[in-house]
């Protein structure tokens, strides 16, 4: 199982260094679980040093698609890497709607993570009219197969999928356990890498969510801000046999 934590435009550097600290006291090292924080560009290094040595990694949460540039308010993979970060989410439904991106410009900062020895975690989900007009699978086919496309199967060891369906995420409506069952058993066809579930997970609907066959973990935001949700996540996923 993976549980990652995305922690959005929250946590300054200060909180982030006590958050993790707290975090590694209670989750470092613990059996069939592994996780991973994406805090904010401004406090990556404060999670750096905190989670250094531990089993705890550290993700952005999105990355141009050159190494440098004349990019204003931009940051590349490789300034990623440097500091220490191994992956990064890209194409969260919220960069979908919010900041224009694509499925080819998710394409392009994958394979510029890639190659910066850096992981991935591409988002996909359909939007709640996308969902009323039953065209769930032909959106989850299109964004995942313009993920596909950027990553050659030798590399696919660093591709985890993230479902999101739009209509959850920080509604507080999660997808039911069998919705989200049938969408990661679509997505597996497509592609053989890890699929996520995210979508107001908590601590109170995270076994029945991770317990379906085709979840592999999930990208909590909301509930990943306080050490004491996120960690009871992270032990729930770790007592579920993979
Ligand atoms: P949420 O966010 O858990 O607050 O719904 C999930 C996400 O946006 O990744």
Not at 11 to 40: I, Q, W, Y
Not at 211 to 239: K, M, N, P, W, Y
Request: hydrophobic letters at 45%; glycine letters at 10%; aromatic letters at 6%.
């Amino acid at each position: 199982m993976l549980i990652v934590g995305n922690w959005k435009m929250f946590k300054t550097g200060l909180e982030t260094a006590s958050f993790c600290t707290e975090l590694a006291r209670r989750v470092d090292g613990l059996d069939g679980v592994d996780v991973v924080v994406c805090p904010a560009y401004t406090s990556l290094d404060e999670a750096v040093d905190a989670l250094g040595g531990t089993s705890i990694a550290v993700y952005a949460q999105n990355a141009h698609w050159d190494a440098e540039g004349a990019y204003t308010g931009e940051v590349s993979a490789p300034m990623l890497a440097e500091l220490g970060v191994t992956g990064s989410l890209v194409a969260h439904s919220e960069r979908r709607q919010l900041f224009a991106e694509t499925d080819e410009s998710a394409a392009r900062r994958i394979d510029g993570l890639l190659g910066a020895g850096l992981s991935v975690i591409a988002c996909v989900g359909e939007t709640e009219r996308e969902r009323d007009e039953g065209r769930t699978e032909e959106v989850l086919e299109r964004q995942v197969s313009a993920i596909a496309a950027a990553v050659p199967p030798e590399e696919r060891g660093r591709l985890v999928i993230a479902y999101e369906p739009v209509w959850a995420i920080g509604t507080g409506a999660t997808a039911s356990p069998d919705q989200a069952q049938s969408a990661h058993a679509f997505i597996h066809r497509l592609l053989q890498v890890p699929v996520l579930y995210g979508g107001s997970v908590k601590p109170d609907n995270a076994r029945a969510l991770l317990e379906q066959g085709d979840v592999d973990g999930a990208l909590v935001g909301g509930a990943s801000l306080d050490v004491e949700s996120f960690g009871l996540i992270c032990e729930t996923a770790a007592r579920i046999p993979s």
